[in-house]
Structure formats: structure tokens, C-alpha cells
């Protein structure tokens, strides 16, 4: 069974940080690019920032861009998104996503396969 798992959400006070996860499981991770979106209440959903399979290159929203980082562990299937400095406008369900073909971050708004999203609070 396909599957993507993410986890590390929680509550944090502005300025504070958080380290998201996204476990994969029934194919190997390594293979594809991976996104991370996130939604708040009322908006769009935004791609964040993704990390590609060939040479691990990334992207970055501007509005995140100097604050995470987006990284893999292809011996634990995971890849992760460290959050610091973060605002209250951060808060959001993040969603971690792939369409299980590509290796470039050119594709984000095809991704079909998505985890079940983990919740991020930043209070001011």
C-alpha cells in the first residue's frame, strides 16, 4: 500500500521551530521529487518547498525562503521540513505530496499522492 505519513506538527509560540516528517511507505522515496503544501483557513493551497531525486536541488516559496529547509533520509524513507523562525501567518495543515514519476520539483501541481497532513500552530 502506497503511503506517505506526516508527523511533527504541533503548537509553538512565534519565532519558535518545528521539524516535520514525511514517512514513506510502499515505494521508495528516493525515486521521486517530494513537496511540502500547506493550507490555512480560507486560503489556497501553497506549495512550500519541494526537493528533487537527481541531485537533490530545492526550491523554496518566498514566503519561507531562508526560514526551512527541506531534506531527505533515503535510509529511513523520510523526508523532513526544519521550520524556525516561525511566523503566525506559517500556520497551517502542511501536506507532504508526490506523483510518483518525477524526479524534477516542476510538477508540484500535479501531485497526486498525498499523506494526511499534520496541523501547525504559531501563536504571537
Known amino acids: 500500500q502506497l503511503q506517505l505519513v506526516e508527523s511533527g506538527g504541533g503548537l509553538v509560540q512565534a519565532g519558535g521551530s518545528l521539524r516535520l516528517s514525511c514517512a514513506a511507505s510502499g515505494f521508495t522515496l528516493e525515486r521521486y521529487a517530494i513537496g511540502w503544501f500547506r493550507q490555512a483557513p480560507g486560503k489556497e493551497r501553497e506549495g512550500v518547498s519541494c526537493?528533487?531525486?537527481?541531485?537533490?536541488?530545492?526550491y523554496y516559496a518566498n514566503s519561507v525562503n531562508g526560514r526551512f529547509t527541506i531534506s531527505r533520509d533515503n535510509n529511513k524513507n523520510t523526508v523532513y521540513l526544519q521550520m524556525n523562525s516561525l511566523k503566525p501567518e506559517d500556520t497551517a495543515v502542511y501536506y507532504c505530496?508526490?506523483?510518483?514519476?518525477?524526479?524534477?520539483?516542476?510538477?508540484?501541481?500535479?501531485?497526486?499522492?498525498w499523506g494526511q497532513g499534520t496541523q501547525v500552530t504559531v501563536s504571537s
Open positions: 526537493i528533487s531525486s537527481s541531485d537533490g536541488s530545492t
Open positions: 505530496a508526490t506523483d510518483l514519476s518525477g524526479t524534477e520539483c516542476d510538477k508540484m501541481n500535479e501531485y497526486d499522492y
